[in-house]
């Protein structure tokens, strides 16, 4: 039966909404207009009868994906055969969709042709999601980062009675030789601070 | 493939249970590190996760249910692969608990504080067949996966009873730290999981332990040490490596005067991320089965004691024997022999066997013959095993699996059910 691509029903669990949303638009985007997303943690079989997907995804870090293999395995309501879309055969698939963090299942005896531009989308936008959080991570710490030279420069111009450009020279200089990152060094000078002058 | 130079570096899955114990105390107190490891844990929230990374080579060896390896060298999960049972992870540790409503049904029908076992599930069976009379609908038991020791000695314990599993109640799974909410959100009536498990069921007042699996099943096993066949294989020397620092793990955790560091180190957020006095109870098997005086649960968990750590095949094939009379797969010879050959207790002597641990003599044992502690033959120094064998009288001998399949009452497939 050719079914468009179109009609294919595809169902994302995963936790965190922000990343379902991004993959739910991305599907959408492609063409696929029937995405359901469940964020919530009970009762699933109930939210997955309803769906009646074609192929779900899953975080791999849900807790619930042996809760989802078990209902495979058992459940009247979702009577037809599913198999891990990854089969042993495409290892470097299921390496690409792990490595992303994401897990697929197979409903409906879905075509594996059918199914990897989804799968491809998937696992690009949960990377995309990766970088965005990595990128979130770096620069809060870069921030981070400058409030403490900040704070430690702040502490040596009082304590040594220099100028902000000679102290951040100082730390600098310190950092280099102790081969250490200079908010390391800052923390260090705050640290030490807070000990000496007795401040909670 | 020659090994790499020390360090050996060897890369673990772990799921955040007390009985990871004796995995991360290896790494965090240092005994991976005597034995020239450097140990990489990765803690991960599903089975399926764990089963997935360790057949991907992710990972070189997961903290893994008993009957996982088993399962995953029969080829009965998706994407399993050979993974063998070097070393078990220690004895016991969970428990039977049900709902206020179950309890109070259970009580009425003569249900008692003694956790006895044979007591309680006749008691639940009197719930099960008033249900039945009044046209309810079937109680719903989880476990957490279903190739598990939880699963396994649920049913044993139901049957045991008269009530047929598969037709009697619902069987599902539920990831352990939501055991205690789906009770209280009435998704569930009862349960079968580790400690803190049980215990967080009973401290929110939401739920009663009736039992515990080492009560239905003495010195029975819970989690083992699964390793990918492949690398053993190809690394040898590194496997018996972390079997030493494990051993070595096995024996802190089991002396009560780490108790409280163990709690201090496995509850930090790194690891098992609960609360200390959560897991209290679990590690000193000190456990108030309902609300109320906590009691001293004999023989609820060891670490080490009794060849805790032993992988015996007997163990193993007793897993597959109920495989087998559940309908998960058929009784050949040649399934047999895959069992028997992921089961490894020739890797366990072999890296034990220098530092002069009392090893048993034996690699199987009939299931039920000892009904006291009783020391058994060894090659070197003193080994207290037992008591052993499962709360019915009933006694498993390894080498007659299909009498012992085919003489029970219930047996056979489950219905399917939601």
New interface residues.
Partial sequence: MAERDSETKILVIDDNRIRASIIEEGLREAGYAHVTVIVERLPLVRSIVEADPDVVFIDLEHPQRDVLEHMFQVSRAISRPVAMFVDRSDKAMIEAAIEAGVSAYIVNGLKKERLKPILDMAISRFNAFSRMRDELYRTRKALDDRKLVDRAKGVLMKLKGIGEDEAYGLLRRTAMNENRRIAEVAQSILTASTLLSGDK | MGEPEKPFAIRAGFIPLLDAAILIIAKIRGFAEEEGIELTLIR??????IR??LA?G?FDVAHMLAPMPIAASLGLT??GGSVITPMCMGLGGNAVTVSNAVWHGMNMAGADNSGDPMTMAVALRSVVESRKASAKPPLTFAV???YSSHNYELRYWLAAAGIDPRVDIGL????P??MA??LA?G?IDGYCVGEPWNSAAVVAGVGHIVTTTTAIWRSSPEKVLGMRSDWADQNPEAAAALLRAMHRASLWCDSPKNTQEMVELLSTPSYLDVAQSTLMAGLTGRIALGAGQPQLVPEFRSFARRAATFPWISHGLWFFSQMVRWGQLELTPATLETVRRCIRPDLYRKALGPLGVALPNASSKVEGALTMETPVATANGRLFLGPDGFFDGLVFDPDRIEDYVAAFAIRGP?A???
């Fill in positions: 991960e929230a599903s089975w399926a996760s997935d990374r991907l992710h998706p994407f957490v996966h279903p599902t799974v539920v990831p730290p939501y909410d789906a959100g998704h489950s399917i059910s939601d």
